[in-house]
């Protein structure tokens, strides 16, 4: 399916989103509202065991289009933010794993949009970076996940002179997982793909929704919430047969096992 800014593709519980306004695929707010209304509509679909989000052309997304900022006062800067904001955490919320595939540069809130998936595979000429501070405005939603990513020093350096870095680099930092030449991308995500996807697809939600979850508990609480997500998983067949699985030295059928 397609409304016109993402073309969803899906093949059996792996789900396809490309955001299909290139050359940069700016965000502005008919791209927004469909990025928060396709994830919404994924979410409530317990088939689906994966996404991955990528951009067609040669960006990722070059982030928000300037001429939708130009104008704003406080109560329309209010709105459009508020929009983009649960258009991320959607994304970041979602209870399959997500996976960026960032074809090329991912600025500002492109960025974010990145930083909002699980998992990031990255082609060699990405670029990555929040230049919110050159046009006047400062970095937000997912910008606040960078100091405990990459620490507080580096997460200083990139939100307070807007400046971007390369996939490499974005390596170096833990902000990506893989960087692979541009020809190679769709390889490396679908190794990624079958490397989530053979393992059990209740245990994978559980595990998303406890990573989520620690991200906003202090500590003490994040140990805890592993208990009952452990004890959940005894309301499923998979422990049962990937134990079984694992002694008889053959390969788990979870499908069959739910």
């Known amino acids: 399916m397609a409304d016109g800014a993402i073309r969803v593709e899906r093949r059996g519980g792996v789900v396809r989103c490309t955001l299909d306004r290139p050359p940069l695929n700016l965000l502005e707010p008919g791209l927004i509202a469909s990025i928060r ?10 088939t689906v065991r994966l996404a991955v989000v990528t951009g067609a052309g040669r960006a990722f997304t ?19 933010i508020s929009g983009l904001h649960d258009a991320i955490d959607a994304v970041h919320r979602a209870p399959f794993p997500v996976i ?5 540069h991912a600025l500002g809130a492109g960025f974010e949009l990145a930083l909002a998936c699980d998992l990031r595979v990255a082609a060699a000429e990405a670029t990555l970076g929040l230049p919110e501070v050159r046009v006047g405005v400062p970095s937000v939603i997912q910008a ?42 769709d390889a490396a995500v679908e190794e990624t793909v079958a490397a989530i996807t053979a393992c059990a ?21 994040a140990v805890r919430a592993g ?4 004890a ?19 390969a788990p059928r979870f499908e069959a096992s739910r």
Request: glycine content about 10%; aromatic content about 4%.
């Open 232 to 250: 959940a998983a005894y309301a499923t067949g998979e422990p049962r047969e990937g134990a079984a699985a694992f002694l008889e030295k053959r």
């Open 201 to 221: 697809p209740e245990a994978v939600r559980l595990q998303k929704q406890l990573i989520v979850r620690w991200r906003e508990s202090d500590l003490s609480s």
């Open 62 to 80: 070059g982030g928000m289009d300037v001429r939708e900022l130009r104008d704003l006062d406080a109560a329309s800067a209010t709105a459009l």
């Open 144 to 185: 606040a996940l960078l100091p405990p990513l990459i620490g507080p020093g580096r997460a200083a350096e990139l939100l307070l002179t807007g400046a971007s870095i390369g996939a490499e680099q974005a390596l170096a930092w833990g902000l990506v997982n893989r960087v692979v030449a541009r020809a190679a991308l």
């Open 100 to 104: 960026a595939a960032v074809n090329g």
């Open 37 to 46: 209304t396709t994830f919404a509509a994924l979410a409530g679909d317990h």
């Open 227 to 230: 208990i009952p997500a452990f």
